[in-house]
């Protein structure tokens, strides 16, 4: 019997986002199931860091936008890249994909360039301090 496949670097899931925000206000969980990327596995699959894909153009720059019909999307979206959250895998806060692809919980992979890109875009906020980081249980 062959292996479930586990989460890779640039998988699309449906997942309960916790904005940076909404932790500060004292959230837990978040509001509203969501579109996310993988961005990192770590600890050997047992932990993932996610970003969260929105369907509202964001008015600041930390952005990477996908086309409208890419992995399940009705409308063109946006990763936003100032945002993560670290998590376990799986986890509560993730859901069944409605149009799985590959696994139950995944709806597809970004190309190889968007992967890049988000790899980029990542570091670069990351090293800079400017990435708002959600620690989740």
């Given at each position: 019997?062959?292996?479930?496949?586990g989460p890779e670097r640039g998988d699309v899931i449906e997942f309960a986002y916790l904005w940076a925000h909404e932790r500060a206000a004292g959230l837990l969980e978040g509001v509203k199931d969501r579109r996310c990327v993988i961005v990192a596995v770590l600890d050997g699959g047992r932990r993932v860091v996610v970003m969260p894909i929105t369907g509202t153009e964001p008015?600041?720059?930390?952005k990477i936008a996908l086309p409208g019909g890419a992995l399940g999307l009705e409308r063109p979206s946006w990763i936003v890249t100032s945002e993560l959250n670290i998590t376990r895998w799986p986890g509560?806060?993730?859901r069944p994909a409605r149009k799985p692809s590959g696994a139950?919980?995944?709806y597809g992979r970004l190309s190889d360039a968007l992967r890049r890109r988000l790899a980029d875009a990542v570091q670069a906020k990351v090293q800079a301090g400017q990435a708002k980081i959600v620690t989740r249980a």
């Open positions: 019997m062959a292996e479930p496949r008015a600041h720059d930390d509560h806060d993730l139950w919980w995944r």
